[in-house]
């Protein structure tokens, strides 16, 4: 079940890297460019979303741990705590957003760390 959440979450946020991009390219507040901050957070959003992918292949093909399900848990929680966050903040002028981000990043690096974690200990388990 995790992983059709996971899967799901990962092509919506896919999608939606292409929606933002798209229309960041055309808004009035982007018309010198877009700035490197937004750039890097839809970068970002895109190899997470596929990121968020990965896990639920995993979690179809191994198995759901532990590991596998706080890996998807901390994808889906630094793409709310850095890419949205940065996205608020140069959308909308939230600056409250900007002590958020390095959370997010932080997130991130747990989740992959946490898939390979899962993966090793699933493939330990199994002796392969």
Do not use: C
């Not at 999608?15 to 890097?40: C, E, K, N, R, Y």
């Not at 992918?53 to 850095?82: C, D, K, Y």
Request: overall charge positive; charged content about 5%; glycine content about 12%.
């Amino acid at each position: 079940m995790l992983f059709r959440l996971f899967g799901l979450s990962g092509a919506l946020f896919a999608g939606l890297s292409v929606i933002f991009s798209a229309a960041f390219a055309h808004l009035p507040q982007f018309a010198a460019g877009v700035p490197s901050m937004v750039q890097t957070a839809l970068t970002q959003q895109q190899f997470h979303a596929l990121g968020l992918l990965v896990v639920a292949l995993a979690i179809r093909s191994v198995g759901p741990s532990r590991w596998l399900l706080a890996a998807g848990g901390l994808m889906l929680t630094g793409m709310v705590l850095f890419s949205l966050s940065i996205y608020a903040r140069h959308l909308l002028g939230w600056e409250a957003g900007r002590a958020l981000v390095p959370w997010g990043g932080g997130s991130w690096i747990a989740a992959w760390l946490a898939l390979a974690m899962g993966l090793t200990h699933k493939v330990s388990n199994h002796g392969d």
